[in-house]
Structure formats: structure tokens, C-alpha cells
């Protein structure tokens, strides 16, 4: 009714201030469609106030994380989400796996970075850090982007691949299966496989390489908090 009272005065911007707080999960995600069926019908600009992060990039054309009342990035949400400008962005739509890492080199297409002894590869576009050459970096990789394999086994292509994770946590989640893989200096990193029933899952205690493409790993200045934008369970 309330959304009807607003469209009725033909208004050129509506604001709506998490208009679906207080719906459970499910009936959330239904009005999360039919606001966008409506908008799209009465072709208003909305300006969609939410802390919802999915939320957030299941309805926006253009998202705008801010942060203490600043914007910290302005884009679409697959530019938000594909290429984070700040270490808080990363964490903040989603989540990120940030290895400290140090560019060793670049050219017209790619930028190489050693991490732990090994040397992976960003894209150029990638390179945020100030557009250096050289230097510390965060190395950002997102979890479902990421292919376990066990430890010693050959992809026999030119992904990037860090060697000789330990499975230390394994979390069936429905539509996919959450692991935690320690890693030979110490960093636990987060990956999402879906469960397609193509292969086993791992266990713990599993040896497993790491791999992924090096088109979906960004580049963020070292200087900035990894932490930052992260959500810790009393902040919920």
C-alpha cells in the first residue's frame, strides 16, 4: 500500500529504505522480483537502500557500496563483484580469498605476482595497486572461482595453482559444498565447489592443489586492511 501511495504522485526518483527488512528469507526474495517487475513496468529510477548485500546485486543496475558515508565504489554489480576496487568492497559483496603477494613484472596483458614462492598471473586490467610494476599487493580470488584438485594432479593448462592445501573443514550448504584448505604458511582459504555429483567430495585431512584461471584474480594496494568489510557474526 505504502509503495502504491508513492507511485500514485507519478514521482521522478523513489527511495525506498530497506523496504524488505523485516520478510523472512523466502517471501524476501519473491518481492525482491515483483519490485523489479514493478519498476521495470513504471520505468521510475529506484533508489534501493538495503545492508542485504545479495539483495543488493539481485536488483540494482548500478550498486553503491558505501562505507562511513563514503562511497568506496560505483558500478554494476558484476563490475563491483569481478573487480573490486578496495580490500572493503571484496569482502563486503561476498567473499574473497587476499594472499599478500609481490609483483615481480608485468606486460601489455598480464601482471605476475609471487606468492609464497609461487608465481601466479593477473590479468593488466587487474592491476588497481597503483598501477605499479613492483611491490606488495593483495592478491584477490573468490572462492567458487577456484578448483580443488588433489594434491599433486596436473590440470594441464595455464591455471594459477597454489600446492599442498590441507582440507581442515568441510560444510555440505545444499546447492554447493564450503571447504576450508589450510595452507603450507599458515592462511586458511575459503573455497565453494557446487554439488553436481560429478565427483566425490573431499575430506579432512585431504591433500589438494589449488587452481584457478588467472583472468579471475585482482590486484589490490597492500596498504589497505584485508579485513576490512568483513562481517563477523556479532555484527548480524
Known amino acids: ?4 501511495r508513492a507511485l500514485i ?9 530497506e ?3 523485516a520478510l523472512d528469507l523466502k517471501l524476501r526474495r519473491q518481492m525482491q522480483l515483483e519490485l523489479k517487475r514493478i519498476q521495470t513496468e513504471v520505468g521510475l529510477t529506484f533508489v534501493h537502500v538495503t545492508h542485504d548485500q545479495e539483495e543488493a546485486m539481485t536488483m540494482a543496475d548500478t550498486v553503491a557500496v558505501m562505507n562511513a558515508g563514503v562511497i568506496e565504489q560505483l558500478g554494476s554489480p558484476v563490475e563491483l563483484y569481478e573487480r573490486p576496487r578496495t580490500t572493503f568492497v571484496a569482502n563486503f559483496l561476498g567473499q574473497s580469498n587476499l594472499l599478500r603477494g609481490t609483483v615481480h613484472g608485468s606486460d601489455a596483458t598480464s601482471v605476475g605476482i609471487e606468492v609464497e614462492g609461487a608465481r601466479l598471473h593477473a590479468p593488466r586490467d587487474a592491476d588497481t595497486a597503483q598501477g605499479a610494476d613492483v611491490g606488495e599487493v593483495w592478491v584477490g580470488i573468490r572462492p567458487e572461482k577456484i578448483y580443488l584438485a588433489a594434491g599433486g594432479d596436473d590440470t594441464g ?4 595453482t597454489l600446492r599442498d592445501g590441507a582440507v581442515v573443514d568441510v560444510s555440505f550448504i545444499g546447492v554447493s559444498t564450503q571447504y576450508l584448505v589450510r595452507m603450507p604458511w599458515g592462511q586458511q582459504l575459503t573455497v565453494f565447489e557446487q554439488n553436481t555429483g560429478a565427483r566425490d567430495r573431499f575430506r579432512v585431512g585431504d591433500t589438494v592443489d589449488l587452481h584457478w584461471m ?3 584474480t585482482f590486484l589490490l594496494d597492500a596498504s589497505q586492511d584485508a579485513n576490512a568489510g568483513v562481517e563477523h557474526e556479532e555484527d548480524r
Open 19 to 21: 523496504p524488505l527488512g
Open 214 to 216: 588467472p583472468g579471475h
Open 9 to 17: 504522485n507519478n514521482p521522478q526518483v523513489l527511495l525506498l529504505d
Open 1 to 4: 500500500m505504502a509503495l502504491a
Open 157 to 160: 593448462d595455464d591455471s594459477n
